[in-house]
């Protein structure tokens, strides 16, 4: 059994997600999954609010959502999605698909709420194809120390309880450059605009590079042993942020 349930955060998702969806962020999902193509895994699917933005492209997507809830929501979704969706009892921790088996994956809010994100996004490393794409949209730390310190009050409070495990303070593109992935392009924007311990969002796309943070560890050793230079991100590519200017931001 997979199931993981959170009935307060349940009911209230599917008013707050449109809500978002109608305050702007339906442009962001839009953005988020546009040229995606080939089979798909979304992990942590909601209420499946992204799946009427999948391009044609998109032969099938695998929507992962372990809250029954929100995983019926998400299958009447699929219903009326565009593409094929299949919506899946399953854990970001412990996806049932083989190895280098999908072209991409998706994570939309979802990083904040996993107890432990490494062990998601390495799974999701371990699921996508050599040069896979990750697509990911998730709120993260604030930009000042004083907001990070007002991010972790509300961690210690109750606010874990009524948002199904959500963690306001952490680092997330970090975290997916640590599980192996390089990112290719990312946006920071406020949501809302106004500068709130919630309104810290990244949207942005990263690649699965050839080989694991441990596999390049290794090769690493091995062309240390024979006196050669290792290129860092392991296959010898340029690791690209890109950064919007996050206008609005100042300081608190």
């Excluded at 997507?61 to 299949?86: M, S």
């Excluded at 490393?125 to 004083?146: I, N, S």
């Excluded at 309880?161 to 990312?186: K, M, N, V, W």
């Amino acid at each position: 059994m997979t199931s993981t349930s959170h009935p307060i955060f349940a009911r209230l998702y599917p008013r707050m997600s449109q809500a978002m969806d109608q305050g702007g962020i339906a442009g962001h999902r839009q953005a988020l999954l546009a040229g995606l193509a080939g089979e798909v895994i979304e992990i942590g699917a909601g209420d499946g609010k992204n799946f009427g933005h999948y391009p044609p492209a998109v032969t099938s997507v695998h929507a992962v959502e372990p809250e029954p809830r929100l995983r019926r929501l998400a299958q009447a979704a699929a219903a009326k999605a565009p593409v094929r969706i299949e919506v899946t009892d399953a854990r970001a921790e412990r996806l049932p698909w083989p190895d280098a088996s999908l072209d991409a994956a998706v994570f939309t809010f979802t990083l904040c709420t996993i107890a432990d994100p490494g062990h998601a996004l390495r799974e999701a490393f371990r699921v996508l194809k050599p040069g896979g794409q990750l697509r990911f949209l998730e709120h993260v730390r604030a930009d000042t120390p004083g907001l990070i310190r007002v991010q972790r009050l509300l961690e210690g409070s109750i606010w874990p309880t009524l948002f199904a495990g959500c963690h306001l303070s952490r680092d997330t593109a970090t975290e997916i450059e640590h599980a192996g992935f390089t990112i290719d392009q990312i946006d920071r924007f406020l949501f809302p605009e106004q500068r709130t311990p919630v309104s810290f969002h990244i949207r942005g796309t990263a690649h699965r590079s050839l080989h694991s943070p441990a596999q390049r560890h290794g090769l690493a050793a091995i062309a240390a042993a024979d006196g050669m230079r290792f290129p860092s991100g392991g296959n010898g590519e340029p690791q690209v942020r890109v950064h919007s200017d996050g206008a609005g931001m100042g300081f608190l």
